[in-house]
């Protein structure tokens, strides 16, 4: 299928993700349909959309929202919204059983031309669509909270999964207003085995009592965070410098022992050639001397509009 022959999207399940990517589409201009098994989660997923399209209006992102809301219709039709459906994703909850034979149903009923997505935070495709006769046409699409607002969604074919799937979905989800990534299964594939390392070594901090779990939210709140929008983690050690970071991670890793500050054969392998980051226009990126400018005023300026907006908040 092209992807100007989608028209309508299909969206099961209804409960913590399904709203806000049946809201996602529907701001893109899709009609969607909205399948859950109880007509109350479908009235608390209305509810839930409809706060959603009122926050949008307050902060000025639209100028109506009535048509968002008129695009998006609920149903517990299953087969129906899944035979009338130009694009499919499951947002059931997380659980490998649950998912495989809500994805197997799909199949049985869909054409055959039609894509399924897997929204899931942590599952491999591969084993999830294990069984299926048509794998080819399914892949994982990682959407993050809040779905209908977060730019970034994690695009993560299967074993199986065709190039062609891959190629289609991730050009849909541009169309969407997304920036998506490519990423092979694994588990936790990029958002969450970078945010559980995170987290992990800051609830680390808090249990060895080093700091206390605000002191710890207000460092990262107030430091590193501040850069993120302008610069991720990759970037900013060749902002940092890659063999001052390597110099870092070797104290660290003496003085702890802790294997998580073991220095990369990437990393050591980088500074041995010289590839140091910004100051040598080489590291992670290359660089000419213009973007070597751009990326640290446009860090700068993510600081302080992030500042003004934080120092705003009542």
Request: charged share 25%; proline share 5%; with cysteine.
């Amino acid at each position: 299928m092209n992807i100007t022959e989608v028209k309508k999207i299909t969206v099961l399940g209804m409960g913590t993700m399904g709203p806000d990517i049946a809201l996602a589409f529907s701001i893109a201009g899709y009609e969607v349909t909205g399948v859950d098994i109880e007509q109350p989660i479908l009235a608390r997923a209305r509810q839930r959309i409809t706060t959603n399209c009122r926050q949008i209006m307050e902060e000025d992102q639209l100028e109506k929202t009535g048509d968002l809301q008129s695009r998006i219709h609920l149903t517990l039709d299953w087969d129906r919204a899944v035979a009338d459906a130009d694009y499919i994703t499951e947002a059931v909850p997380e659980n490998m059983e649950i998912k495989r034979r809500v994805l197997k149903r799909c199949e049985e009923v869909c054409r055959k031309e039609v894509v399924l997505a897997s929204n899931t935070s942590t599952m491999s495709i591969t084993e999830l669509t294990s069984g299926m006769r048509y794998p080819r046409r399914c892949i994982g699409t990682h959407w993050i909270i809040p779905a209908h607002l977060s730019p970034s969604v994690e695009i993560v074919p299967g074993r199986r999964t065709s190039q062609g799937t891959t190629k289609f979905v991730f050009g849909l989800l541009r169309k969407v207003g997304k920036r998506p990534a490519v990423c092979k299964d694994n588990p936790g594939f990029i958002h969450n085995s970078v945010q559980v390392a995170m987290i992990q070594g800051a609830l680390a901090l808090v249990e060895r009592g080093v700091a206390t779990p605000e002191d710890v939210d207000t460092m990262i709140e107030n430091g590193f965070a501040l850069r993120l929008p302008a610069a991720g983690p990759i970037r900013i050690v060749d902002l940092i410098g890659l063999d001052a970071f390597l110099g870092g991670l070797k104290y660290l890793y003496v003085t702890t022992g802790n294997p998580i500050y073991k220095p990369s054969k990437l990393l050591e392998d980088k500074v041995q050639k010289g590839d140091l980051g910004l100051k040598t226009k080489r590291g992670f990126y290359d660089y000419t001397e213009d973007e070597v400018s751009k990326l640290r005023r446009e860090i700068d300026r993510t600081i302080i509009k992030t500042k003004s907006l934080k120092e705003r908040q009542p």
